[in-house]
């Protein structure tokens, strides 16, 4: 058992009955073009998650902690697509339509890949999701109880929205959720913060915040160096 520093208080966790989740660090979320700024957000806002998102993904490597990653996007013939969700909001390109990364937020196009500084390795489980939560109508749950994992380290995008949902419903189905506040952004930095503030509020109503350097320490690992959200960040392969 390890401990980690976190609000509302530590948390001890087995690394072997943990998981790192790094939800949807999707170009269409984090570049230019994407799902992101076809909605009207300033995607930069994001970039600085991806350094400290690398350095708890290359931990969990290192230590064989089973890696997550989670993608939202939908079937190419939209099938899997609710109407309220295809026609929600004034997007200048809606999900479906061709943009600069491809078909928007659609499985097998460049938008609906991963970063690539956090690209899956082969055998981390890539969980495809059609919402926002990344229970709802996938197979991560079994994987995860097959794996005999109960607690969830959270890293990605965004916080408000579906990092707050996943974590909602893994909170629900028994996971203790650790989230890395520094691996996570919002379009919307109020959002992001209230949103961290609200997991561990309430003695952790619904979950415990942390972040890369005390989770990395915890391990007995340094903090990594700082990045400074730029795009060029972005591009690199870390
Ligand atoms: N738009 C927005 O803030 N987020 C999403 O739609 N999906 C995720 O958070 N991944």
Aim: hydrophobic share 40%.
């Amino acid at each position: 058992m390890i401990t980690i520093d976190a609000a509302p208080g530590p948390v001890p966790i087995d690394p072997d009955r943990s998981a790192l989740v790094i939800i949807d660090m999707q170009r269409d979320f984090l570049e230019p073009g994407g799902f992101g700024a076809s909605l009207g957000n300033d995607v930069t806002r994001l970039a600085r998650t991806i350094g400290p998102c690398s350095a708890l993904l290359g931990l969990a490597r290192e230590r064989a902690i089973t890696v997550i990653h989670t993608r939202e996007g939908h079937r190419a013939d939209l099938t899997d697509a609710p109407r309220s969700k295809l026609e929600r909001g004034a997007a200048s390109l809606r999900i479906g339509d061709v943009g600069p990364l491809g078909r928007i937020l659609i499985r097998g196009e460049p938008g609906h890949d991963i970063v690539p500084a956090l690209h899956p390795l082969p055998g981390e489980p890539v969980i495809d999701k059609p919402g926002k939560g990344a229970f709802y109508a996938t197979d991560l749950h079994a994987i995860l109880r097959n794996r005999g994992i109960e607690a969830l380290i959270v890293c990605g995008v965004t916080t408000e929205v579906c990092v707050h949902t996943t974590v909602r419903e893994a909170n629900d189905r028994g996971y203790r959720c650790i989230v890395a506040g520094d691996c996570c952004g919002s379009y919307f930095p109020e959002f992001h913060e209230v949103g961290l503030r609200m997991i561990s509020a309430q003695g952790g109503i619904f979950g415990w915040v942390s972040d890369s350097a005390r989770i990395l320490s915890a391990f007995g690992r340094p903090a990594a160096p700082r990045s400074f959200g730029s795009h060029t960040r972005l591009r690199s392969t870390n």
